[in-house]
T-cell receptor
């Protein structure tokens, strides 16, 4: 069963628009971790954020914010006032304590294109 | 600065050949991982290691092997390359504890083409 679903395959927005990337996860574990990674056109994977299952507090970092809702098993990522440099593929990932908290299950990614 | 490197960055090989992709990290991380990235699949775990002489199979391990003889290196071997193994391969590492627990640091990737 797919553990992480990123239903949006591709999204295009005009610069300065806000955009939300959806991530829905599935786990039976009570202790788990959620991640977002960014993969710019250059190809490397850049860590953005990690949340554990006991911390539902939303987080804001500059133009980035994350909304973690256990009730809907979602960990959505919002970019405010998007910029061309935000164009990338974004991956949501899950690790579970019972299957090895070091092992990540990745979603299929959302390709974001910001049009100038 | 500590880093994780992969070599080669690009490789073209023929079906049936043995291929080894190198991964080297200087963070002294215990945990190392190999993933493949394919369109429509995201990143899928091939093999991983939690320390020297420890290796484990991931989701898509068939046709691949790894060995861990030291902390810094986790080479990935394709025993007999197949066209289905054409992909981009990423190596990653993570610490066993501390504030960066289970955050994985990725190498730049190796693009492998099997003809």
């Amino acid at each position: 069963a797919q553990k992480v679903t990123q239903a949006q395959t591709e999204i295009s927005v005009v610069e300065k628009e806000d955009v939300t990337l959806d991530c829905v996860y599935e786990t039976r574990d009570t202790t788990y971790y959620l991640f977002w990674y960014k993969q710019p056109p250059s190809g490397e994977l850049v860590f953005l954020i990690r949340r554990n299952s006991f911390d539902e507090q939303n987080e804001i970092s500059g133009r980035y914010s994350w909304n973690f809702q256990k009730s809907t098993s979602s960990f959505n990522f919002t970019i405010t006032a998007s910029q061309v440099v935000d164009s990338a593929v974004y991956f949501c990932a899950l690790s579970e304590a019972q299957t090895g908290a070091n092992n990540l299950f990745f979603g299929t990614g959302t390709r974001l294109t910001v049009i100038p | 600065d500590a880093e994780i490197t992969q070599s080669p960055r690009h490789k073209i090989t023929e079906t049936g050949r043995q291929v080894t992709l190198a991964c080297h990290q200087t963070w002294n991380h215990n945990n190392m991982f190999w993933y493949r990235q394919d369109l429509g699949h995201g990143l899928r775990l091939i093999h991983y290691s939690y320390g020297v002489h420890d290796t484990n199979k991931g989701e898509v391990s068939d046709g691949y092997s790894v060995s861990r003889s030291n902390t810094e290196d986790l080479p990935l071997t394709l025993e007999s390359a197949a066209s289905s193994q054409t992909s981009v391969y990423f190596c990653a590492s993570s610490p066993s504890g501390g504030s960066s627990y289970n955050e994985q640091f990725f190498g730049p990737g190796t693009r492998l083409t099997v003809l």
